[in-house]
């Protein structure tokens, strides 16, 4: 059972758990451990909850804008699956995520904006290897769940079982997406 997600856009979640992509790009966000901006790998196995908070439709590359949906944060959220953090790196340069940009649906808008956001903390990108729930659950959205955080503590009843889930891409495709992101965070 997995009793952890990390927040993230439904868009990047959906894309995720389509196998359209394999990583994200964290720093964290105003509530954090370790203070605003500071991304900790606290685990390495989480469900993806989705957020709609801070999701723009110019902050996505147009070929993927239709998967945006403009919402409030519901009452109950969907829970489709989980992922595993293979690896992280921290980004060394914009040139790094620039040579990644085949890989992913975020505008360059965007990405300037992750790096202009308190600069002092670095960018991270990290490998996730998704997997999509053999039945996908919905839980309610709790107050604790809301504000602009990456991790979330899922209560007890709102754990998820991971047993008979499928990965959303083979071996072969992950393991190349992860080698050209090693390769990217280690040419610069």
């Known amino acids: 059972m997995i009793n ?6 439904s868009v990047i979640c959906d894309l995720l758990l389509d196998g359209r992509m394999a990583f994200v790009l964290r720093k964290g966000g105003i509530i954090e451990d370790r203070g605003p901006g500071v991304f900790d790998l606290k685990h390495d196995q989480f469900a993806l909850f989705p957020s709609w908070a801070h999701q723009k439709p110019e902050m996505i590359k147009p070929e993927f804008r239709e998967g945006v949906e403009l919402l409030d944060e519901p009452e109950r959220v ?3 699956g989980y ?15 620039d040579a990644l940009d ?12 992750r790096f202009d956001y308190k600069p002092e903390n670095p960018l991270y990108v990290v490998a996730l290897r ?3 729930l053999a039945t996908p659950i919905e839980i309610n959205n709790l107050p604790e769940y809301g504000g602009c955080r990456s991790w979330i503590e899922l209560d007890d009843k ?3 079982d991971q047993t008979h889930a499928e990965p959303t891409m083979d071996d072969a495709a992950f393991h190349q997406i992860v080698q050209r992101i090693d390769q990217a965070m280690n040419s610069f």
Request: glycine share 0%; aromatic share 10%; no cysteine.
């Open 158 to 160: 709102s754990a998820i």
């Open 78 to 80: 969907t829970i489709r």
């Open 4 to 9: 952890v997600a990390l927040k993230e856009w």
């Open 130 to 132: 998704a997997y999509r």
């Open 102 to 113: 085949d890989l992913h649906p975020w505008s360059a808008q965007q990405i300037d904006m």
């Open 83 to 97: 992922t595993e953090a293979a690896h992280i790196w921290q980004v060394p340069h914009r040139a790094a995520v």
